[in-house]
């Protein structure tokens, strides 16, 4: 993974964790690498990957359980508004670009709905 030197690494390696759990890459209950596989796997400090996990705990996405290892929840209602939230700031990303080129709302959606027909085409 490349790291952006303008956000924290761990941040950077949390929102890419939400993302594999929004997308369904990593699945409702399923066991994360162990803090020194997650540090090994991004070319992390082992302390960085704790803060990872522990952040991701503290957003409800994961729980530690002592001596079996970190879970992603089950908790799909929780995984669902993690993907909405992702979309919304995206979403939210795609129209200020567009507004920074000084175009509207409506021109973006007219852009996403001939991208879309382009793609079904």
């Known amino acids: 993974m490349e790291f952006d ?3 924290p690494i761990w941040l950077q390696v949390v929102n890419r964790i939400k993302g594999a759990i ?3 890459e990593i ?3 399923e066991k994360l690498p162990g ?3 997650l540090a090994m796997r991004f070319s992390i400090n082992p302390n960085t990957a ?5 952040e991701l705990e503290r957003a409800g996405l994961c729980e530690t359980r002592r001596g079996m290892g970190t879970y992603v929840t089950t908790d799909r209602e929780r995984i669902n508004a993690l993907r909405t939230r992702m979309a919304a700031d995206a979403a939210g990303r795609y129209l ?3 507004n920074n080129l000084g175009m509207t709302r409506a021109d973006a959606i007219r852009l996403l709905n001939t991208k879309e027909d ?3 085409a």
């Open 5 to 7: 030197a303008m956000s």
């Open 22 to 24: 929004a997308t369904g």
């Open 27 to 29: 699945g409702p209950g």
């Open 35 to 37: 803090g020194r596989d």
């Open 50 to 54: 704790a803060r990872v996990y522990q």
């Open 96 to 98: 200020r670009e567009l």
């Open 118 to 120: 382009t793609d079904n």
